[in-house]
């Protein structure tokens, strides 16, 4: 996004040979962008949530609790805990949320992508495109 904000600010003033570059990498960064985005969405309404449990064995199914010291009381332990379907339906909200934001940002990104051409010849194809055309010998008549 910051970098079709500059291309949309200053991409004009750029040489025919470095603007066509910039659109490359333009293009080559947002098919990245949108792959990475595909990639998190994917994995978050399909993933299970990694929580980062680790220690005394235990694991994302199973927690084991275990206290070093305990004076004349033990002390409490305490959980929240949600369904998973609350972090799945969390997962659904922001990935249509995230699509709903998508075609707004698309079509400003396009807008400022587009500003100014596509597309520029460079200045040695614009030379050899704009050579006159030799003008054809006539040709004698057919009788």
Known sequence: MLALGWRLASGAALSDNRFNFMQVGLALWTAAALAGLFVSIERGLLGLPEMQISGNGSTAQ??????????????????????????????????????????????????????????????????????????????????
């Open 62 to 143: 199973a927690l084991r609790w275990y206290h070093d010291r305990a004076g004349p009381h033990l002390p409490a332990t305490w959980v929240i805990s949600v369904p998973l379907a609350v972090y799945r339906l969390a997962m659904l909200a922001w990935a249509l949320w995230i699509a709903w934001a998508l075609l707004a940002w698309l079509r400003w990104g396009f807008g400022a992508f587009s500003a100014g051409g596509l597309w520029r010849a460079s200045a040695r194809a614009w030379r050899i495109s704009r050579k006159p055309a030799p003008s054809p010998s006539p040709e004698p008549p057919v009788e």
